[in-house]
């Protein structure tokens, strides 16, 4: 498919992915500073590293699949042409800010665009959304998605009114930023990409059922309103506060089960996906399952406590979400819509570099947790594995260097 300037959509993944090897380069550069003294800001590059990670690489790679499904051609292209090429503006913005003065004037206004750039985009999606496409399950999902992300931003709006009252050292602070944190991830991405995963399946005659549907539809909405209070039992609140964040993650567990086994019932129709788009969706679920799994864990205080105090823990969960569940969702869809090949070599190296990496990332926690020494030098070795994260990416991109897919 091609823009009606010609413009393929190869050429806004490759943007994407560009953001993404930004991301991974600035995560890198992160960890050397735990070895080396190089002068630069720690905090100013984890701002910087987290803000081309969400809002480059995956907030770009997912409005592109969301067009590609559900926009029409003609006019509806066109507008999105403006808002991607737009989009540019605060990402450049924040990435050239971000590195030198954290938040600041500057890297806050770009913050600011980038918000209501993306609130342009909602509106193009639900004004430009093609009418055979509101009668698909899928397209409730995605609706709910594109709340979320507007609603996530009351997270970054109530910042400014937090900062000049109770200051940025104030509890009410990081519940602002978990609340843009959590509406993110589990709302917003998550389900972005379940509502691709059944679009796929409505695209291969194996839609699900109505009843399942709107099943799954209010339970996994129950359950990102509900896993909300996981984010702030570091308050030590109320225990309905636990109660609630405990509910929400069963149901979780229990959305994850039901897709499951909604997709084992119709194994035999997702044959005719193409084998590598197989071994993407199952260890998509796999990583998917796992998330669920830690993030019910801190419904128990011990382990809310554990997780509010270990940080290593906490980069963990973060980056399996990230780099694990998410990045594997995109992976697939990507390679599902012909947006973008993935050499057998790429994924191989990507799947090796993230379970290493992860493996001594929770090492290091629980090091922490058992107060523990290492017999090894855990940042030299972290970094080394995590520097070979840099050529899977940069193949990725050379090896998709070309407007070819169509």
Request: with cysteine; aromatic share 20%; glycine share 6%.
């Amino acid at each position: 498919m091609m823009f009606e300037n010609g413009t393929r959509f190869g050429t806004y993944v490759r943007t994407a992915i560009a953001y993404f090897f930004i991301a991974v380069l600035v995560g890198l550069v992160l960890r050397a500073l735990h070895l080396f003294d190089w002068g630069l800001d720690y905090r100013y590059l984890v701002h910087t590293h987290s803000h081309v990670a969400l809002l480059g690489w995956v907030y770009l790679a997912l409005i592109i699949l969301i067009t590609k499904a559900f926009f029409p051609k003609g006019e509806a292209m066109k507008r999105f042409r403006r808002v991607f090429l737009v989009t540019q503006v605060p990402l450049l913005g924040m990435l050239f800010t971000f590195p030198f003065q954290g938040y600041a004037l500057y890297s806050i206004i770009f913050s600011t665009l980038f918000l209501f750039v993306s609130y342009w985009y909602a509106w193009e999606f639900f004004k430009r959304v093609k009418k055979s496409s509101s009668s698909r399950g899928s397209y409730r999902f995605i609706k709910a998605a594109l709340f979320y992300m507007v609603f996530s931003s009351l997270g970054p709006w109530a910042l400014g009114a937090i900062m000049a009252t109770a200051g940025p050292g104030s509890v009410w602070y990081r519940v602002a930023i978990y609340f843009y944190l959590h509406f993110q991830y589990n709302g917003w991405m998550m389900l972005a990409l379940v509502g691709l995963l059944f679009y796929i399946l409505e695209e291969q005659g194996i839609p699900l059922s109505r009843k399942n549907s709107k099943g799954l539809y209010l339970t996994l909405n129950a359950s990102v309103i509900l896993t909300f209070f996981l984010s702030v039992l570091f308050t030590k609140p109320h225990a309905l506060f636990y109660i609630a964040g405990g509910v929400g993650a069963l149901l979780q567990l229990v959305v994850f089960i039901w897709l499951i086994v909604v997709l084992l019932r119709r194994r035999d129709r997702l044959k005719n996906i193409k084998s590598l788009s197989n071994h993407l969706l199952m260890g998509f679920l796999l990583l998917l399952g796992v998330k669920f799994m830690l993030q019910a864990l801190t419904a128990f205080p011990y382990f809310a406590e554990l997780a509010s105090n270990t940080l290593p823990l906490v980069i963990g969960y973060l980056h399996w979400t990230f780099l694990g569940v998410v990045s594997s969702g995109l992976f697939l869809f990507l390679k599902y819509f012909r947006l973008m090949r993935f050499p057998r070599f790429f994924l191989t190296l990507y799947v090796i570099c993230f379970l290493v990496t992860e493996a001594l990332i929770f090492y290091k926690g629980v090091l922490m947790w058992q107060k523990l020494s290492s017999p090894f030098d855990q940042d030299l070795i972290l970094w080394v594995f995590s520097s070979f994260f840099l050529i899977p990416v940069v193949w990725l991109l050379y090896d998709n260097r070309k407007s070819n897919h169509k």
